[in-house]
């Protein structure tokens, strides 16, 4: 006697017609569809639109200690890395579908609605797309942070160490004073008199420092740039 081999997506089929009718599966599909897309507009009218002077309301047992951050500890990386912190309204890239779906999974857990989003990101990303790392948070209150969804490439290895100039003044001008030191070693000897003094190779260096610092005040003044502490957190363009 032989057995004929069972097809699961005919028994599927069978178990479904048993207990559901055609009319309510398309009903119930398209009331999930639905929510789902109301859900999806709300959460992006909340990025798009809201400000981070909110409190929400979290469940703090049911939250991750790793992903909540003081203000401080923002500040200091931003600093360090030249980035801002800002409202998410005023950020210009794409959020990937992931960090709607983190939000919408948080406020299922929580039975919240979240607002007031940040997101940490370069400044350029706050005004033209690039590909470098956003991180998405919200706020829990009290100077606190959740870290919710990050997104794109890493940052350059070296960029702490790129940044570590315009973090001050002192910074910057030590900067220059050891560019414009080496610039004058490579200037060849006897180029501008027969016989070499160090008179004469402080001179040349204080007209490499001299001209190195014009171009960099010229240049800071002409784009309105300032020092990481003052811009992390600032939406002006011209910080």
């Not at 997506?9 to 639905?34: A, M, T, W």
């Not at 007031?116 to 370069?122: L, N, R, S, T």
């Amino acid at each position: 006697m032989f057995f004929q081999k069972t097809n699961i997506e005919d028994k599927l089929l069978r178990h479904k017609e048993r207990f559901s009718q055609p009319e309510e599966i398309i009903e119930e599909v398209h009331r999930i569809l639905q929510e789902h897309h109301e859900n999806q507009v709300r959460i992006e009218n909340n990025i798009s639109g809201g400000t981070g002077d909110v409190k929400n309301g979290f469940d703090f047992d049911l939250l991750e200690t790793d992903k909540i951050y003081h203000i401080s500890q923002i500040k200091k990386i931003c600093i360090d890395y030249r980035l801002r912190f800002l409202d998410s309204k005023y950020f210009k890239g794409d959020i990937p579908p992931e960090a709607f779906q983190k939000i919408a999974a948080l406020e299922k857990q929580h039975q919240i609605e979240l607002s007031g989003f940040k997101i940490i990101a370069p400044s350029k990303l706050f005004k033209l797309k690039d590909k470098d790392d956003p991180l998405l948070f919200a706020p829990i209150g009290n100077g606190y942070f959740y870290l919710i969804h990050k997104w794109g490439n890493d940052l350059h290895p070296l960029r702490k160490v790129l940044m570590w100039p315009f973090k001050n003044i002192i910074n910057l001008t030590s900067v220059v004073f050891v560019v414009s030191y080496l610039v004058t070693l490579l200037v060849p000897d006897g180029l501008f008199s027969r016989t070499h003094s160090n008179a004469q190779f402080w001179i040349i260096f204080f007209f490499m420092f001299k001209c190195l610092a014009s171009v960099v005040i010229f240049y800071g003044f002409a784009l309105g740039k300032n020092f990481n502490p003052q811009i992390w957190n600032s939406k002006y363009f011209n910080a």
